[in-house]
């Protein structure tokens, strides 16, 4: 169970240690190069991490836990975030949930069993104001139908 | 009307340097390091800017509280994690006009003598966090940034980083914890971060819009600003505007712009003319206030405290006579439930208990008693916690009661929602 960033996103690691006073501050930078590489932060990883950054396991594992958006699990490989708050729903975002479910016959909080996509809902992406919305990885898509988002998971 | 913010907003590839540079960005750098960076703070306590990321503190006297004989080095920090359900403005700065943002910093960095500025993105912002790599490279290419600022002797490193997921790292205390690599725990003040912040420095906190007024403060000079806004608003400021409302978006106006107009022009009205019920002004953590209440509203500090309420973030949320309040109440526990950062107990139980009772309440099977355990819960919650997420959800919960009441007690008469889902 050994673990190790690539050659690049080592050096990348060591360039975000650099940015800091301290070498635990780049704690979150270095964990989002693991997610990016992995999808997921794993035991073994965090024990690279630690190993990295001079600190304990346990104290990487208490990071790791206490934000959302670090995966403890393997996930799917598109993770759609749809956000469920208050602003969201005022603007009739509840019809979306229910039509990605439907759609890739899955619950919030499971993935489809190809493995490409994962289901989760959120609170509030500063997105309000063009609801409905999700967030699949890295990009944000907003003012949705069911076409569009028919469209946008096509293309994936 | 005079925009500080957003005027270059139209303007397609502002993220790129040379774009930014022909409209006006960092022609306000040869001025400050010309100038002595006590006399940059003076000009912007007398420009009278209050801190936009919810507490409306003033920015310059904020700049003062940095201890003068320091040995240590100081950081400035900007808070860029926009969390608050309601609020999407400084996203808005930072995909439309980042350079004035960083110019901004510069600034401030020069004004509390930091050589080293850290900027905190929520983790969802990637594609923002990643343009703002973009435009720093860029800056530190042509020597806007880094060492030696157009040969003036000041060093500036500009670092941006990112969150992953957790709404209290908006809370600046937290947001440091989280920069130094821990969990987002807000810690007791005092030591307020002035004196005692990141790595045990003196540090200066300061939102995104903050930072963005600054080169206009510096440009037009503090009485140009001041003379825009209220005497006691002077300014001003971003709204974002969400529900139901025809146009939702970022608008700038000046401080005491009547709320009315901005729902009536800027964002042509409420959806099919729908009677407007009730408003949130300042993002979800502020008191809530009636359709008519709102209408006589005047969007600055003063006349929203005069309505019981705070101008907080600028994240408006407009609610009509369609919503049931006590669904929107329920949205917010659920949202303070899940975001509270499980130190306190009066937090940690009082967000989780609110949250259950109201969800009982919504779906029919509360009795007249919940609208008092609420009550008692907001007690216990509000002035007793290490930070103000707590208070965020007490003063919503008394709000709505109090101005909702017969709604809260139809649910409990009826056994069930009187709105259709
Ligand atoms: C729970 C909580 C969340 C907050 N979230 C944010 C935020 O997302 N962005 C922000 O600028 N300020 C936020 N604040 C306010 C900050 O603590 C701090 O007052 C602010 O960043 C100071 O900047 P300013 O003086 O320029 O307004 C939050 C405060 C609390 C209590
Ligand atoms: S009030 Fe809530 S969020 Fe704030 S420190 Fe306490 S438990 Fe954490
Ligand atoms: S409530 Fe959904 S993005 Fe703000």
């Known amino acids: ?156 | 009307m005079t925009l500080v913010i957003t005027k270059n907003f139209a303007g397609p590839n502002m993220a790129r340097l040379d774009v930014a540079m022909k409209h006006g960005a960092y022609v306000t750098l040869e001025k400050i390091l010309a100038m002595k960076p006590e006399a940059v703070v003076d000009e912007v306590k007398r420009s009278g800017l209050r801190g936009r990321g919810g507490a409306g503190f003033s920015t310059g006297m904020k700049w003062g509280f940095v201890p003068k004989d320091t040995t240590k080095p100081i950081y400035l920090v900007v808070n860029a994690d926009e969390s608050e359900p309601g609020t999407f403005k400084d996203r808005a700065i930072l995909e439309k006009d980042p350079h004035l943002m960083i110019e901004g910093i510069i600034i401030a960095s020069y004004a509390i003598k930091a050589h080293t500025c850290y900027i905190y993105f929520r983790g969802e912002f990637y594609r923002q966090w990643e343009l703002m790599e973009r435009c720093l490279a860029e800056a530190r290419k042509v020597g806007i940034i880094g060492n030696n600022i157009k040969g003036s002797g000041y060093n500036l490193n500009i670092i941006a980083h990112r969150g992953a997921g957790a709404y209290i790292c908006g809370e600046e205390t937290a947001l440091l914890s989280s920069l130094e690599g821990y969990r987002g725990w807000p810690r007791i003040k005092p030591p307020f971060p002035a004196v005692e912040g990141l790595f045990g420095c003196p540090t200066i906190v300061n939102n995104v819009e903050t930072l963005a007024v600054c080169p206009f403060i510096i440009r037009e000079g503090a009485a140009a600003y001041a003379k825009l806004g209220t005497e006691k608003s002077p300014g001003t400021k971003l709204f974002s505007v969400c529900g139901h409302v025809n146009r939702p978006g970022v608008y700038e106006v000046p401080l005491g712009y009547p709320f009315a107009k901005l729902l009536s022009e800027e964002c042509g009205g409420t959806i099919e003319e729908r009677k407007l019920k009730a408003l949130i002004v300042g993002g979800s953590s502020v008191p809530v206030v009636t359709g008519e209440e709102a209408l006589g509203l005047r969007l600055d500090y003063e006349s929203c405290a005069g309505c019981g309420t705070m101008l907080g973030s600028g994240g408006v949320i407009v609610i009509d006579e369609t919503a049931c309040a006590v669904q929107v109440l329920a949205d917010l526990a659920r949202f303070y439930a899940h975001e509270s950062c499980g130190q306190c107990t009066p937090c940690r139980e009082g967000t989780g208990w609110s949250k259950k009772v109201l969800d009982r309440l919504e779906a029919g099977l509360g009795s007249s008693e919940d609208l008092n355990l609420l009550l008692a819960i907001a007690d216990n919650m509000q002035g007793k916690t290490i930070c103000p997420l707590a208070d965020a959800l007490a003063m919503p919960i008394r709000s709505w009661i109090k101005k909702f009441r017969t709604e809260f007690e139809d649910h409990v008469r009826l056994k069930g929602c009187p709105f259709p889902s």
């Open chain 1, 1 to 156: 169970m050994n673990f190790h960033l690539t050659k690049d996103r080592e050096t990348k690691a060591h360039e975000m240690i650099a940015r800091y006073p301290k070498k635990r501050a780049a704690m979150l930078m270095v964990l989002w190069l693991v997610q990016e590489q992995e999808g997921w932060i794993s035991e073994a990883a965090m024990g690279y991490v630690a190993n990295l950054l001079e600190v304990t396991a346990a104290d990487v594992y208490d990071v790791v836990s206490f934000y959302t958006m670090y995966n403890r699990k393997p996930i799917g490989k598109h993770h759609i975030q749809i956000c469920n708050n208050c602003c969201c729903r005022l603007r009739g975002a509840d019809w979306l949930v229910n039509y990605v479910k439907q759609k890739l016959g899955v619950n919030v909080g499971e993935s489809t069993p190809d493995g490409k996509f994962h289901l989760s809902t959120v609170e509030c992406l500063a997105s309000c104001g063009t609801a409905p919305m999700m967030q699949i990885n890295n990009d944000y898509y907003e003012n949705l139908t069911a076409e569009k988002v028919d469209g946008i998971l096509e293309k994936l």
